[in-house]
DNA sequence: TTGTAGGCGTTATCAT
DNA sequence: ATGATAACGCCTACAA
């Protein structure tokens, strides 16, 4: 490792103080022009860098951002999270963050890692994803001033802070719509239990998208917990009603990679997972690293020396469908 | 935020210096028991936790370790590294490491990252992955005396740095030995374009397995670019052959779902990736989450005040393979 | 065994 | 416009 170059290197070679190299980097236009050419070319020539934990302990500000990185829980799915990492990680070193990792299976063990990370390693703030009813770790970092974007609405509560989402009820009807353009009368559902969020707003989606073209019809909808097997049985049941479903839209490509094994309908799935491509499932595709981006612009405006004041800020981004063979 | 408790709180609240409780953190020995345990119980009632930015100052260590995220450029094979990375993630926290993400496309866009990472956030070490031949990350790091451990084998180099690999040729023996067994006298291979590392150790296993069992024979084997598509065109090139192969060993998931595409024959993947789960594809699965820990055991070792002298270490993984119903 | 003094690299405050 | 001084929280001498 070459020599360390500090600020004060930078100002001996400058011939200024200290204090002047740290005005042209903070405050430069304290700083008369002559000045600040010579320091800036001091910097350059000695390729000088500020060091962040210095800076950390006068500021408090570490410029490190905290995400949670998720075993994969439901197979397939874990690529959406991926995608919006890499998203993540790539918007947010342009603003001048890095993104820390930690790992938690729930609300409390996530918050044990808040306590962690922000006493032992200051981060600035967190990008939250995986939000639900009743959602703990919202409440805490909000208690305890800790600024924060979610990717998620904020399910079942007012929205006291800012989120960037994907309107998975549009996409669902476009998913809906498309299949209705193409012929289909009856178009079933398939999604999990009531009470995940996402899952609901999917659902409602779908029913909309029937009811404005009066094809709306009951038994036409399956909840299932996540998992290939489930979602092949329970399209089964479908197709053996008395008036069977001639499509299906499906809240994840898993469920519709096991839709499509029950039998000859047509298919949609969400999240267009690298599988969908793969197996030509038209699946509908969330806009992830633009919603990264987004989590990013919002928690760096909360982040920002001045916070710009006003009420938290909300984006609901449009997703696509990708249409493929299978519907 | 509560209010800031530093060494001085903790100082005070137990009627000793700062010196002797930082002796109770990092010399506990040289603190009487009595003082110990009236510092120990401080540090629980105010929930001290050392700020990590100063001892960095004095120590120059940040537990901070930085590994690359990559965009998903092979689609199915993205969850790889995602598994890897989640290994990681859990592994360094016990250890008392934290993950920093950063993105590459290219060896000089990464050790850019380096450079950035090393002077402004101080990082202690890097873990590596994608090691490829004439990698020239790797002599950066070690003519920077940076401590580093690659996931890979340093392909085509001497190895003078400490690795985790998982045995690919192993792997590939192993489904073409399985096959074997299951009565199939003839098995393809469908891998990528020779120079590839990771992919010419998985041919040679393949190609080993089938000379052990005196079934070795020419024009049995495909290299392509990964793809689904044009997988699934060499595969039908393959049974169009005077003698065409029953069933072919792939050096990927996405590989083998193209193989199978083409026609009727028993296809084993590699890497296990979720979408194999999801279709029934045997697989031959790598233990990422064991090589991850081994990256950190390797690293956290290089990175100890008293590092173990001798020469790198080196830590070669056995996968095994997912029976499922392709083969 | 415990305490005192100084400094890591930076920026805020206050002079000049 | 620039510089001197102190302080952030911690650890490493060294002194008591």
Redesign the interface.
């Known amino acids: 490792?070459?020599v360390k170059v500090t600020i004060a290197t930078v100002a001996s070679h400058a011939k200024v103080s200290r204090q002047t190299v740290s005005n042209v980097l903070n405050t430069p236009h304290l700083v008369r022009d002559e000045t600040r050419a010579r320091v800036q070319s001091a910097i350059e020539t000695l390729?000088y860098?500020?060091?962040?934990?210095?800076r950390?302990?006068r500021t408090g500000r570490?410029r490190?951002i905290g995400v949670r990185?998720?075993?994969?829980r439901n197979?397939?799915e874990?690529?959406v999270?991926?995608?919006f990492?890499?998203g993540l990680?790539?918007a947010a070193?342009p603003a001048g963050y890095?993104?820390?990792?930690?790992?938690a299976t729930d609300d409390s063990a996530e918050i044990a890692n808040y306590?962690?990370?922000?006493?032992?390693?200051?981060l600035d703030g967190f990008v939250l994803t995986h939000t639900h009813h009743g959602d703990s770790r919202t409440a805490w970092l909000a208690l305890?001033?800790?600024p924060f974007v979610t990717f998620g609405r904020p399910w079942g509560a007012t929205a006291s802070h800012s989120w960037v989402d994907v309107d998975g009820a549009a996409g669902a009807a476009t998913a809906t719509r498309h299949l209705i353009a193409a012929g289909h009368k009856r178009i079933g559902f398939l999604g999990w239990p009531e009470g995940s969020g996402v899952g609901d707003d999917r659902h409602a989606g779908w029913l909309q998208a029937l009811e404005e073209a009066g094809l709306a019809s009951t038994n036409l909808d399956r909840r299932v917990v996540d998992g290939?097997a489930e979602a092949e049985r329970a399209t089964r049941s479908l197709l053996t009603t008395r008036r069977p479903p001639t499509a299906v839209v499906c809240a994840s490509d898993?469920l519709a990679?096991?839709a499509r094994t029950a039998g000859d309908l047509a298919v949609i799935g969400f999240d267009d997972?690298?599988?969908a491509?793969?197996?030509g499932l038209s699946s509908v595709r969330q806009p992830l690293a633009e919603a990264a981006a987004q989590c990013v612009r919002l928690l760096a405006g909360l982040l920002d020396e001045v916070p710009v004041p006003g009420p938290p800020d909300h984006v609901l981004l449009q997703p696509h469908l990708v249409v493929r063979q299978s519907g």
């Open positions: 490792m070459s390729g860098r500020a060091n962040l934990a210095a950390q302990m570490s490190l990185i998720d075993p994969m197979g397939i874990g690529s999270l991926d995608r990492l890499h990680t790539e070193a890095r993104v820390v990792l930690y790992t306590e962690e990370l922000l006493a032992s390693y200051t305890h001033d800790i290939f898993a990679m096991g997972t690298p599988a491509a793969a197996i």
